[in-house]
């Protein structure tokens, strides 16, 4: 008998220890939280992102703020992403400083940035500024109201973690994506006085010799589902820099929230609580549009909305037909990596200063070199006066299993995240822009050479070869993670 007891007892422990949880398994099950916070201003305010800002009149579609956290048990991941054409840092940063004072959060766990919607109202402190007791900062009415709201999203994203599990996923749309900067047959002349050879859209014509740089065609993408299989969220990243075609006075956030609804709609989330979040993310579209002027121009003008909508709805279905394939897994390792860096900014040479005072000057019907050179000479004279030598910029990675997710506070060249992709160890690899700050364009150092729109000084403000200092510390993050 005990023998039996022995033999009993022995197998009763042998069966503990091999159904023990295993603590470092329980430590990289995923948990997952989203939510959506709306952000959508008062009417009146100007509408930025085109040379006029008329006021706004109309509420097309909100606004929002999409949160998603990711939990291994170790460390948390979380996205805030902002239906806003850019986002200063400080606004970003007092959000950060919210959220370690209230969850002990640090800032290189959160990952900010603006979906570039150019149908909403500045956050760049505009109106009245004050200081909130809660935000510490003077900021405008509106900042102060996104900043809390931006935390409000984090604050129940958090609350609506549950056991989850993740997949990769990735689709070419390239039917969507060209290349807005042309190689003119004949050289043209830029507001400053000079003369380039590059073209930001060109229009449809016959002085067109070919796209200056390539393009991006992935959506890469990753969906969040609870361990039985509920759809949380699904966070996706295209190189397309905005869709437009919105009356004027409207506000709208642009296909990047009308692909979110539409996957919520093609996942058949309907009224599951908490509601399924869909965020599409800007990839590197610095240099990307939606406009191919290799065909004629067409005959027709769109309604408004159409276009917009015919991309967010092409786009979601493609993904959703990837989503079908996804192989999800439940345990994750998760990874974060933050610098600084410091970018000398650049300065007008003696030819610009001599042209910019010739324009201030000039008072006859026709400019002297374009029809911007007076709002040009403006900004260049502001510049010089008041923008410091140098700016401090964040540069934030993340690693989800086999995913690196890099980010750059700038509106990135479509080049840059092709390399960034080339020389990443990752598996999958995708770079979100505008984020964590906004600091005007950035084009590769060959691409400055060419001229155009997003090499005009104050349009991009930085060191020409700061692609290449960024592109290699975010290949130094992603190593690390890896």
Request: aromatic share 8%; charged share 20%; no cysteine.
């Amino acid at each position: 008998m005990k023998e039996i007891k022995k033999i009993v007892g022995g197998l009763l422990l042998v069966s503990i220890l091999f159904f023990a949880p295993n603590k470092e398994s329980l430590a990289q099950q995923l948990k997952a939280g989203a939510s959506i916070t709306d952000i959508t201003p008062h009417l009146g305010h100007p509408i930025v992102g085109n040379y006029n800002s008329p006021p706004a009149t109309y509420i097309h579609d909100p606004l929002s703020v999409r949160t998603l956290v990711l939990d291994d048990g170790k460390q948390e991941l979380i996205f805030v992403i902002v239906d806003n054409v850019h986002v200063n840092r400080e606004v970003f940063d007092a959000a950060k400083s919210m959220l370690k004072r209230d969850l002990d959060i640090p800032a290189k766990d959160i990952m900010m940035a603006s979906t570039h919607t150019h149908s909403g109202i500045s956050l760049n402190g505009e109106g009245l500024k004050s200081i909130s007791p809660e935000v510490g900062v003077a900021f405008d009415e509106y900042q102060t109201f996104v900043v809390k709201r931006m935390v409000d999203g984090v604050k129940i994203a958090r609350e609506n973690k549950e056991l989850a599990k993740i997949a990769f996923g990735s689709v070419d749309v390239p039917e969507h994506v060209f290349n807005r900067r042309w190689i003119m047959k004949d050289s043209v002349v830029n507001p400053l006085g000079q003369v380039e050879i590059a073209k930001m859209n060109p229009g449809h014509s016959n002085a067109l010799l070919r796209p200056a740089g390539p393009i991006d065609p992935e959506v890469a993408f990753f969906a969040v589902e609870s361990q039985e299989g509920t759809p949380i969220a699904l966070l996706a990243n295209y190189s397309l820099h905005y869709v437009g075609g919105v009356p004027k006075g409207h506000i709208s956030a642009d296909y990047f929230a009308a692909f979110g609804n539409r996957m919520g709609e093609l996942l058949g989330t309907g009224a599951n609580s908490p509601a399924f979040v869909g965020i599409m993310t800007n990839g590197t579209s610095g240099d990307i549009n939606n406009n191919d002027y290799s065909k004629p121009r067409p005959k027709e003008k769109l309604p408004p909305y159409e276009k917009m909508h015919y991309v967010a709805n092409d786009v979601a279905n493609k993904v959703h037909q990837k989503y079908k394939e996804l192989d999800f897994q439940s345990e994750v390792k998760l990874g974060s990596a933050l610098s600084e860096m410091t970018l000398t900014v650049r300065r007008a040479s003696p030819e610009i200063l001599k042209n910019v005072a010739l324009v201030r000057d000039h008072n006859g019907a026709e400019p002297l070199f374009h029809r911007l050179e007076k709002t040009y000479a403006s900004r260049i004279l502001n510049m010089e006066s008041s923008y410091p030598d140098s700016v401090q910029i964040v540069l934030q990675s993340f690693a989800i299993n086999d995913i690196g997710i890099a980010s750059i506070p700038f509106e990135v060249f479509a080049q840059i995240g092709l390399d960034i992709k080339d020389q990443s160890p990752f598996k999958n690899t995708f770079t979100i822009e505008l984020a964590n700050g906004s600091y005007g364009y950035l084009p590769t150092p060959a691409q400055h050479k060419l001229g155009g729109y997003e090499s005009w000084l104050t349009t991009n403000r930085v060191q020409k070869d700061a692609s290449d200092k960024i592109t290699a510390e975010l290949i130094k993050h992603l190593n690390q993670l890896k």
